[in-house]
């Protein structure tokens, strides 16, 4: 008696939008996915991660982007005040986000 196929379910466009999205089926052999997000959402990952920590961030403004020569990680750095009033320092962090998982590695001062 053969073998029975197994039937594939085909996707419609956005299924396969939402899970190119959430990286279903791209894994790799390190379990990381094969795309990599874009500097937009290291940078939200990156803000959000910040004001989980820092209790008073306002003025938050995304100062630089810059994707590591390996390609594995956003260098995201943010500004900000951690006063309502506008005078005052202004601090800056570098916010590294992994490229492939928007997972916050590490969060560093920026002199200057």
């Given amino acids: 008696m053969p073998a029975k196929k197994a039937k594939r379910k085909t996707l419609t466009a956005a299924e396969g939008a939402l899970l190119n999205m959430l990286g279903a089926g791209t894994r790799g052999t390190k379990g990381r996915s094969k795309t990599r997000i874009t500097a937009q959402q290291a940078a939200r990952a990156a803000g959000a991660y910040l004001s989980s920590l820092v209790r008073k961030v306002h003025n938050l403004t995304v100062e630089e982007t810059e994707l590591s020569e390996n390609g ?6 943010l500004g900000f005040d951690t006063s309502a009033l506008t005078f005052g320092p202004r601090e800056y962090k570098v916010i590294r986000v992994d490229a492939h998982t928007a997972d916050v590695l590490s969060m560093k ?3 200057g």
């Fill in 109 to 111: 001062i920026r002199q």
């Fill in 72 to 77: 594995r990680f956003w260098l995201i750095t």
